[in-house]
Structure formats: C-alpha cells, structure tokens
C-alpha cells in the first residue's frame, strides 16, 4: 500500500492534541525512557546502519559522507546521553509570557502553548532524527520527520525505538513519525500540508532550504546557510584580528558559523594581510582576493570572482577585499551576507556601535569569533536549528523557539 | 513604461537601512507632519476618491461596498488624528529583550530592530493606505502597499501627501511605497521578492489570504478570517450566555472577531436555545442548526450543513449545534475553527481550564465575547492585523509583532 503522508500528519495532529496536556513529568519520563531504550536496543540500530552503509558503498559514497553516516555503540550512547540533557531543560510551556488586566476587568495572559505538529526535512546524519525529535516531545508537539534515503533504515530503527518508549509510557506513538516514503513527490506534498503542519523547518545545505522556500505553503523557518563575514577595522588590534578570523576560518569549517569572507580597512591591509596569510597557510587555506589583495599578497592569494564574495565555501577558502571604510564594510556585508553571524574587530567604539546597528544579520559581533553563533555556546541548551530569517526566531532555535503562545481571557460576562 | 516592482522593492530596502537608524524623535516628527499634511492638503486625497467614486458607481459596486470607499473631510481628519495616535506609542525599536554574560566573558544581547521592508496586500479601505504606512514608519522598516485597484486614485493621493511629508523631514520617500500596477501578476511577483520583502501581511478576506499563503515564496502572516465559536456549558449563566452570543454576533456582523458558531450544552440547551433566539431575534439573525437545535427551535432555525459549521458568514447568521460535553466542543472547535477566537460560558472551573488548555486557538475566552480580540482592547495601541497562524505573532499584532530582533555579542578577542 502506498504511503499517505496525509494520513501520518492527521495521525500526528490527533497526537498533538494529546501531547499539549501533558505534565512536564510525563514528557521527561518519556525521554528517559527513549533514552533507556536507544542504548538497550542499540543492535536493532546498528544493524538497520548496517543496511544503509553497505548500500552506500556499494553506491559510492564517499568516505567522509559514509562516516557521517556510521552509527557506532559509542555514538549511540551519546545520542541517548544527549537525550538527558534534554531532561534537564526548562519546559516552555505554561510559562506566562505577559499578564494584565484591562480598565473593564478583562485578565488577560499570553501563555506559550505547543506548536501542535513539527515537521523537520533533514539530510543525512541519522543522529537528527532522534535529537529532533526530542526537542520537539519536550516542546509539547508532535514530529513528522523527513530524513534522507540513505539513511533511512536508520532512521526507521531509531523512530521505531522512540515510539516503543512513547507507548511504554502510555503516549501515542504518532508523536514521533518518519516519513516513509523518501521520494521527492512526498516531500512536495509534506511541505503543502496546511492545516496539519503548523511550521516547517529544513536542517540541511542551502538546496533543500531553497527547495522549502520555494515550494511550501505552510510556514517555514529558513535555517542554517552562513556567508560569515569578518571585518578588520583600521584600529584593530592585528593579533585579534588574525587569533579570530583563524579561528572563525578553520576551526571547523564546514559549519554555518564558520568565517567565508574576510574585509580589510586600507589603511591596514599593508600591515595585517601578509601576518593572516601566513597563519592561514598553517591550514592550507586558499585565499581569493580583490585587487589590491592581491597586489599585496602576491601568488600567496587568488584573484576573486564576483561568486566569491556571494559564497558559502564550508571549505579552507576565504574570499578578501579591501575597504575604505566601516560603512563600505556594512554595505558589502548586507548585499553579499546570508544574514547569519558576522563580526568587527575594531578599537573604535564608533565603528563598534555603527557596525552592530547597521549590520542585518542574526548575530553581530565585536571582537570576537563568529563560531559562538550556536545554541549551546549562547545558553539555550540544545538547537534545533539557526534561524536566517526574521520571522519568529532569528538566531540558535532552542525549545522556546519551538512553541507558540496564544491569548487566554478570563471575564465575568464582559460585551463590548 | 511598465512598472518595476522589483526596483520598487529595491529601493524600498536601501530606504530601510536610513531607517533602521533613526531615533524615537525623527519618526515621530515625519508622523507629525503626515498627520498636518492630510489635513492640510485633504483636499487633493477628496479629488482622486472622487475619480474612484465615480468610477465604482459605473462598475455597479454595491452602494454599502462605496460606502468603504468614500472618504470625507472629516473621515480624512480622523484618520490624521489617529497618525497622532501612533506618535505616543512606545518606540519598539532598541529594546533590549534579553542581556546576560556567559562564562568565557561574552556579553550577549538580544535586541528588537526594524524588519527591514513589509509588504501589505489590502482591499477596498484606502485609510489603510494611511494606517499601515505609519505603523511600519513607527517600527522602523520601509513598507510596500498594494491596495485594491477600485481604491487606486485614493491611495495614491494619500501616499504622496506621506512621501511629501517624508522629504520635508529629509527622510527618503522610498519609505512609503505604493505599488502602482494592480495587476493580478505584479502581486504575485510581489510575493516572491525574496531577500527584498522580509514580511508580507495579507489584509483582506480568505481569497486574499489562500492566495498570498499558495503563492508567496517570501514569509507570510495569515490575518484575520475567524470562524469564532460560543460554547455554552452546562452549568453556564445563561443569561450571561444570552448577553455574550448577543454582542458577539450582532455588534458588527461584518468584522473577524465575531461570532460564527454556537455550541449548546445538551442539559441546557431545551433553557438556553429559545431564549438566545427570541434575543437573537431582534436582530433578525437566522440560526442554522443542527438536528436537535431545529427540534427544540421548531420553524425558528433551519437545517445547517456540513459547510456551514466551517463557514464564516460575516452576516446575521450564526450556526449552532448541540453537544453532549465540554470535550465534544473542544473538538469540534478544533475541527472547524480558523484558529481566531472562542469563548466557554461557563461557571465550572474544570470545564474552564479544559477550555483555555485544549483549544488552539490565538484567543480563547471565559465568560466574555470574542470581540474583544483586537490591539486597542488588548492594549496594543494600534494594529495591522490579527494572526491565525502560530509563527512569529499570534492574535493582535502591534508595533512590536512588525519588528524582529537581533543578537549583538560583545567580546575581547574570544576564539572557540
């Protein structure tokens, strides 16, 4: 029989309904549970792993993709360990956002409520499955989750283990689904599910949130592609400068809050160039460059196309160009930027305080690395996602960022 | 030449960057001489609705329809008047939601800033044109109007006095826009500016809306229909009931806030129906019910259909329907409402709290009417719009539900 995901999404949407009454006792009790679950199970994962690395190599996988993919005892054991952690969080719901009462006697209370069904379009780590999906049971709503095929056995093996807790603990198992149909067609219909999926949030590379955006008619949270911008102010302190866009660079580079592009007041571009070079050489990173980079660099640095500057490399590359000014830096930042984490290295408290306020982006530094752009490292516990976009959430999504709020009124027979 | 709406949008987002730096008193000085400028130059506004008048009155709009579209001197001045309204609102801009220091030294800010540009798409009321341009003036972003074609000469008129008021103030006219091509395709390119359009606020009826939901590539906050429900419980004051159903249906049938749907506990209902309809009676409102509602009303309803309970009529008509218990209205509403407003009567504090818990809906009242839900009785000041949906703002939405925020992380050189 072929898969309804408009079936699964009702089945969630009932579930939901189940799931916003629930005590945060009942919640954590059905993520100890799942934890308990993963890591006495472990071998129905590992042996559903096996499937998909077997098909992976025999379709060619690359290596680093296929060891994205590989799911260890170890790392099971850290995925259920990180669902604890998840425990330990605050629950959102029931906090009163705002309270009052009117001049007619009306009391009024914003309170954060589930979102009701969380859909979430993910690529290959399985690990997402289960971390999804736990952010999305402590927040109260239901999960429909689309992973990538490659992973699908075990994701399937994951969902089935989670859904095993769930009715352990008496809960619906619907809270907790995976799509079963990997096909595109699905997904299109996944993301026009109005009425069953109150918010759509793609975890991926810049195709799928493309994919999403252009497709989808439920709302959707865009996250995660960063062109992070670095600026060296002309009264930066050079060593700073070079410690952070080495660390924002190479650190990790293939994450959304790695450094891509690298801006140079003139009047130091002489003096700082040639030190970052030769610290970025350690990793091997290639640097393209505009003009006068270049004239300064050499054959240490590439000509840089227009692309370049518009790139998300996640990759030992950085694009450079020399600037005349703070507000030529802001201008190139704000056309060429992702809007997701970019950062001044200045002296100056003007150039501090004009980059901060005209910069449009999620998070804007000052003197500091633009990898801190992360859930965790700014205290929200754990992530869902990085918010690009302006709507709702703007930055690291922890579990606040994935509820709701809705207006209670309480009168005695009040009319307008 | 053939209106760019593109270059429209373009222009409107460098506007937004001037601004987005503006302080509390440059805005509130342009909503000052906006406000002067209508009145002062009513008069070119008077001559381009007469243009529009005349030609509605050949298109055969309804006389009541015309009535939407006529604007007096005196409706010109209170519509200036309430631009002073919107001077003494708070400045949402710069506040700081959220401050803290984290352990490696970072002082992380979360801040309210400007949107960037919003885009409104509207019907027939031209004093829209003036409401929502002074709004998104006040939060700071560049706003892009398209507005009904019966109302073209009537907005433009209005938005030229604004962009007039605009330049004396040095501030670009960019700020204020209106699209000048009604076409059905410039609106639909309108909905897909993305990277130029932050935001796009349908306001109008559900056409409108389904339109701007199926077509928009860009973020969309969906306004506004309300299929709004009146549960009257078991152990309701039904006088109180009587008085709540009365007002909520009768005061102003035309608006979203009003009642569409009752629901009758079986153990009152043989008390409440005749009652409610003998008062309802007054008013001429013709009650659509179920099988039960028509055996006690006799001739005084007649059959509802399946589409009628989902149905917002925006008329003197209110469907109604038995049921056997709080949970059964709970569902049903969950069924059939768009999510806007609800109401329980009742003097029984668990039928209450499983009302306020279990509907999901952006507004749910005990024991008053659903018109309440609006930003002047919430205390918002003014508003742009109510949202159904759960992304962002749900019910009223003021000033602060047209900003977003952003991150500002200061440090001294920290590297992860």
Redo the contacts between chains.
Sequence with gaps: MAYDITAAALAAKQAS?AA??LSTKEKNDALTAISRILVQQADSVLEANAIDLAQAKENGMPTVMQDRLLLTRERIEGIASSVLDVVKLEDPIGQVVEG?R?ENG?N?Q?IR?P??VIGIIFESRPNVTVDAAVLCLKAGSAVLLRGGKEAFHSNLAFVRLMQQALEECGLPKELIQLVEDTSRETATKMMKL?GLL??LIPRGGAGLIRSC??NA?V???ETGTGNCHIYVDASA?LD?AV??V???KT?RPSVCNAAESLLVHRDVAQAFLPICQKKLAEKNVEIRGCEETCKILGDLAVPATEEDYGKEFLDYIISCKVVGSVEEAIRHI?RYSTGHSECIVTKDLDS?DQF???V??????????T???DGG???LGAEIGIST????A??PMGLKELT?????????????
Tied chains: 1, 2.
Excluded at 389 to 392: C, E, G, S, V, Y
Excluded at 408 to 416: E, F, L
């Design positions: 309904q916003s009454l009052y009117t009306l009024i914003r409520v979102m009701g109005n109150d918010v955006v252009e008619t709302p959707v949270i302190d700073m410690n952070i080495f660390n924002a650190s704000n501090a901060t306020a005209a449009d982006s999620a998070a804007v530094y000052v003197n500091a690395s990898r801190f752009t490292e700014f205290g976009q302006k709507l709702h703007r930055g709701t709020v809705k207006y209670v009124i309480r009168g005695n027979g009040q009319i307008r």
